[in-house]
């Protein structure tokens, strides 16, 4: 199954999304993958089109001011979680997503979560993998960098920025024909790196830790955590702790498997992912 690069204009924004659509009719309801920092939809290249061979059409969008997706200035959209939030329902209405399996990665995955608690009769189950869940959870200091004054506002616009974080986070090397898709937006424009700039400094991970870790407790949905276990930011404990708070959650520990397993060891989460997706439409 192919996946297919899309752009749709939702008010002043663009989004970019990546999509795999099954062959035929499919009774079961589609899966949105939402991407980390700083990373793009590319990263789900390995998973999409297994979901799309079982009859899950799957999509995945760049989150504004990352990979292809519109990079406004900060004065027009501010880079936080709320505003993040408003923007991805804007887009879900727009592509007429209304109900669908919800697939979470890193952080700004974390936004998806709030949007999961804000919207719970959308999301028909969660997938969670390794990204910050707890008020156990803090920024590392390789992204802490990226935010600060003035030597943040340098760092942002080195491409290699790309490589060094993915790759201190996999704690594997990516071939070059990936980082290349990576670094594509930070090449092409200066926008990338205020983008992301301006994303880390507003991401109020503490208010949304506290959000996550109170509402996930009256969530009705299952939930599915897969995590890596060499995580260098992100410790098995805070989903041990997160998973034993749940009413219907499961935990699966990915051994030799760092903070972006889907990079490396998309077969491994497919093994768990795909029976777990296969979800009918009520409707």
């Keep these: 199954m192919s996946i297919t690069e899309n752009k749709i204009q939702v008010g ?28 793009q ?36 959209f501010a880079y936080t979680p709320d505003a993040f939030l408003t923007a991805l329902e804007g887009f879900l209405k727009s592509i007429e997503l209304e109900r669908f399996s919800l697939v979470v990665q890193g952080f ?4 998806g979560l709030q949007y999961a608690l804000r919207h719970p009769e959308q999301i028909a189950n969660i997938t969670i993998l390794n990204t910050p869940i707890s008020t156990q959870a803090k920024l590392p200091w390789k992204i802490q960098q990226m935010g600060l004054p ?3 506002d340098m760092i942002t616009q080195d491409p290699l920025l790309v490589d060094r974080t993915l790759e201190g986070g996999c704690r594997y090397v990516i071939t070059e024909e990936h980082l290349n898709i990576y670094r594509k937006p930070f090449l092409k424009s200066s926008a990338a790196g205020r983008s992301l700039l301006a994303t880390i400094r507003n991401l109020q991970l503490r208010s949304a830790m506290t959000e996550i870790d109170n509402g996930f407790k009256e969530l009705h949905q299952e939930i599915l955590i897969l995590w890596g276990m060499i995580d260098p ?18 935990l699966i520990k990915l051994n030799n498997v760092g903070h972006y397993p889907q990079e490396h060891y998309h077969e491994t989460i497919l093994e768990d992912l795909l029976p777990f ?3 009918k439409d009520s409707n």
């Design 12 to 39: 002043s924004l663009e989004w970019f999304y990546r999509e795999a659509v099954p062959t035929g009719r499919s009774e079961l309801l589609p899966v949105l993958l939402l991407h980390g920092l700083p990373s």
């Design 41 to 76: 939809s590319y990263s789900w290249r390995n998973i999409m089109p297994a979901l799309a061979k079982q009859g899950t059409r799957a999509i995945a969008p760049d989150w504004i001011g990352f990979g292809f997706s519109s990079k406004p200035d900060k004065r027009d």
């Design 108 to 111: 700004l995955g974390s936004v």
């Design 150 to 152: 003035f030597a943040g």
């Design 233 to 250: 930011w992100l410790p098995i404990n805070i989903a041990q702790y997160f998973v034993n708070s749940l009413e219907k959650g499961s």
């Design 277 to 279: 997706v296969r979800v």
